[in-house]
Each structure stands twice: as structure tokens, then as C-alpha cells.
């Protein structure tokens, strides 16, 4: 699976962004796909993901009731709405992928094993 992530930039606090990360491959199917970040010095960290068909989102505390995932599988493509962004949630972010036969399992947030290339988002105070 490949991934390409894209829609990084800068944005004041308060503000808003949206990420897309387009997947290809012969596995699009039955991929969960997810989002991790990782700011300068610090470990990266997961921050959302969502399942194929049954689209179950997962976040962690810190961006939960801001960011909002989501997917279009005809589209190959998933989305990482982001609002009322704050300076901490600068960081390098990136799209991940695993191959799950179980829809309703409970999604990971580690152990992906396709990732795109990073994409800046910067959110100034």
C-alpha cells in the first residue's frame, strides 16, 4: 500500500486544516488507516483512525472532540479534519496503514505497517 499525504501548512490558533492521505495498492481493502504526528523532540504519536467498511473512528484524548477522521473509499482517500488547533498540535504529521480482516476489532494505535511521507502542519499562537 502506498500512502500520500498532503494539505499541511501554517494556521493561527482557533483555526482550522484538513489532511488528505490517498492510498493505493493491491490491499486497499480491509485497510484500516490512521494518522500519527510527531513535533520536533518529541516520540510520535497517534491521533486517529478509522476502519474500512464499518468507518469506527478511534482518537486519543488530546484531539478528541477537535479532529474528526474520516474516509471515502471510493476515493482511496481518507481525511484528518482538524479544528480549533493549538501551537502544540505543530508537528510533522503522517498517514499510516495495516491490513485488518476484522472490521470490528478494536483499531490500534501502534504496529502500522505502510506509512506515507510526512506533512507539516504548523499552528501559530
Known amino acids: 500500500v502506498q500512502l500520500q499525504a498532503s494539505g499541511g501548512g501554517l494556521v493561527q490558533a482557533g483555526g482550522f486544516l484538513r489532511l488528505s492521505c490517498a492510498a493505493s495498492g493491491r490491499t486497499v481493502s480491509s485497510v484500516v488507516m490512521g494518522w500519527f504526528r510527531q513535533a520536533p523532540g518529541k516520540e510520535r504519536e497517534f491521533v486517529a483512525a478509522i476502519s474500512y467498511r464499518l468507518g469506527t473512528p478511534r482518537y486519543p484524548n488530546s484531539v478528541k472532540g477537535r479532529f474528526t477522521i474520516s474516509r471515502d473509499n471510493a476515493k482511496n482517500t481518507v481525511y484528518l479534519q482538524m479544528d480549533s488547533l493549538k501551537p502544540e498540535d505543530t508537528a510533522v504529521y503522517y498517514c499510516?496503514?495495516?491490513?485488518?480482516?476484522?472490521?470490528?476489532?478494536?483499531?490500534?494505535?501502534?504496529?502500522?505497517?505502510?506509512w506515507g511521507q510526512g506533512t507539516l502542519v504548523t499552528v501559530s499562537s
Open positions: 499510516a496503514a495495516y491490513v485488518s480482516t476484522d472490521d470490528a476489532s478494536v483499531l490500534r494505535n501502534y504496529g502500522y505497517d505502510y
